[in-house]
């Protein structure tokens, strides 16, 4: 892997992945640039999310034009969905068009449909290239409210997601045990493989999640049940995501710990309405589990 991200256009790929990810959770006012585009430029600017796929394969030898058309198309299709969600419900309640995305999206990444287009390795471009395309689609097109993707984390952030963390911890850490799933190992990590490990656990595991769980699925369905059932479905949700974590086929034991988990990370959201505060709970409790407990 370190060779490939030698590759220059394989740096060039990862910079442009990572620039509407960043520039979105730590420039929150860039989305509104995208209503200033006409209409048509709107719905086809995000086909451009297929630039570091056509980066990547090709100075691999992997290029395919039906990788191309996928990486092209369904960021087009996502906003065209959006596009007329936002026309047919004005109120956001959540429609067909937005949970037929979240769909989607949750089934991509988890069931890894796309992931053959990529090297062993660089997988992971699959999953930022779906979040670019929803983060344009939903906070740009769609303009979903109270999503709280704010990565310019603040005091209460902290203090919100470490109080998840303190109150999840016991529950998860003792039920995980007692199942045999965790494994307690004494021992005292540096401060300098911990904190990298929780950064990149924050950025790539925890916000992604945080943002798609909660701020768009529970956002959304608060909005058509209610705050409490809202919880509890995108808890479920969350815990069948990690179904074939670790396992062959249904890993039970870690659907579970992640529905539990998910249930507090889905509070601190709803605390605060900021995907920050959660994503500190989900990275700390990661963090961890990768630690100590694995």
């Given at each position: 892997m370190?060779?490939?991200?030698?590759?220059p256009?394989?740096?060039?790929?990862?910079l442009?992945?990572?620039?509407?990810?960043?520039?979105?959770?730590?420039?929150?006012?860039?989305?509104?640039?995208v209503?200033?585009m006409?209409?048509?430029?709107?719905?086809?600017?995000p086909?451009?999310?297929?630039?570091?796929?056509?980066?990547?394969?090709?100075?691999?030898?992997?290029?395919?034009?039906?990788?191309?058309?996928l990486?092209?198309?369904?960021?087009?299709?996502?906003?065209?969905?959006?596009?007329?969600?936002?026309?047919a419900?004005p109120?956001?309640?959540?429609g067909?068009?937005d949970?037929?995305i979240?769909?989607?999206?949750?089934?991509a990444?988890?069931?890894?449909?796309?992931?053959p287009?990529?090297?062993?390795?660089?997988?992971?471009?699959?999953?930022?290239?779906?979040?670019?395309a929803?983060?344009?689609?939903?906070?740009?097109?769609?303009?979903?409210?109270?999503?709280?993707?704010?990565?310019?984390?603040?005091?209460r952030?902290?203090?919100i997601g470490?109080?998840?963390?303190?109150?999840?911890?016991p529950?998860?850490?003792?039920?995980?045990?007692a199942?045999?799933?965790?494994?307690?190992?004494?021992?005292?990590?540096s401060?300098?493989?911990?904190l990298?490990?929780?950064?990149?656990?924050?950025?790539?595991?925890?916000?992604?999640?945080?943002?798609?769980?909660?701020?768009?699925?529970q956002?959304?369905?608060e909005?058509?049940?209610?705050?409490?059932?809202?919880?509890?479905?995108?808890?479920?949700?969350?815990?069948?995501?990690h179904?074939?974590k670790?396992?062959?086929?249904?890993?039970?034991?870690?659907?579970?710990?992640?529905?539990?988990?998910?249930?507090?990370?889905?509070?601190?959201?709803?605390?605060?309405?900021?995907?920050?505060?959660?994503?500190?709970?989900?990275?700390?409790v990661d963090?961890?589990?990768?630690?100590?407990?694995?």
């Amino acid at each position: 892997m370190l060779r490939l991200l030698s590759n220059p256009p394989v740096i060039v790929a990862a910079l442009l992945t990572l620039i509407p990810y960043f520039a979105a959770a730590f420039c929150p006012n860039v989305v509104s640039l995208v209503q200033r585009m006409p209409v048509g430029m709107r719905i086809l600017a995000p086909a451009g999310l297929a630039v570091p796929y056509v980066l990547v394969s090709t100075s691999l030898g992997i290029f395919a034009w039906g990788w191309l058309a996928l990486y092209m198309l369904l960021p087009i299709g996502i906003s065209l969905l959006l596009y007329e969600a936002r026309l047919a419900d004005p109120e956001q309640r959540g429609g067909w068009r937005d949970f037929l995305i979240l769909l989607v999206i949750g089934l991509a990444v988890d069931l890894r449909w796309f992931e053959p287009a990529w090297p062993p390795g660089l997988a992971i471009f699959n999953k930022v290239l779906l979040l670019d395309a929803g983060i344009y689609g939903f906070l740009g097109i769609r303009q979903l409210r109270q999503v709280g993707f704010d990565l310019r984390l603040q005091r209460r952030d902290f203090g919100i997601g470490l109080f998840a963390l303190a109150a999840y911890t016991p529950i998860g850490a003792g039920l995980g045990l007692a199942l045999g799933f965790l494994h307690f190992h004494a021992v005292i990590p540096s401060p300098m493989r911990v904190l990298p490990a929780w950064l990149f656990t924050f950025f790539f595991i925890a916000v992604p999640e945080e943002l798609f769980f909660r701020g768009w699925m529970q956002n959304l369905l608060e909005r058509r049940v209610g705050p409490a059932r809202a919880l509890l479905i995108t808890s479920t949700l969350f815990g069948l995501s990690h179904f074939n974590k670790r396992a062959v086929l249904f890993n039970w034991r870690y659907v579970l710990l992640a529905t539990i988990a998910g249930i507090f990370y889905g509070l601190a959201w709803r605390q605060a309405r900021r995907v920050g505060s959660s994503a500190v709970t989900h990275a700390s409790v990661d963090t961890i589990w990768s630690v100590w407990l694995r």
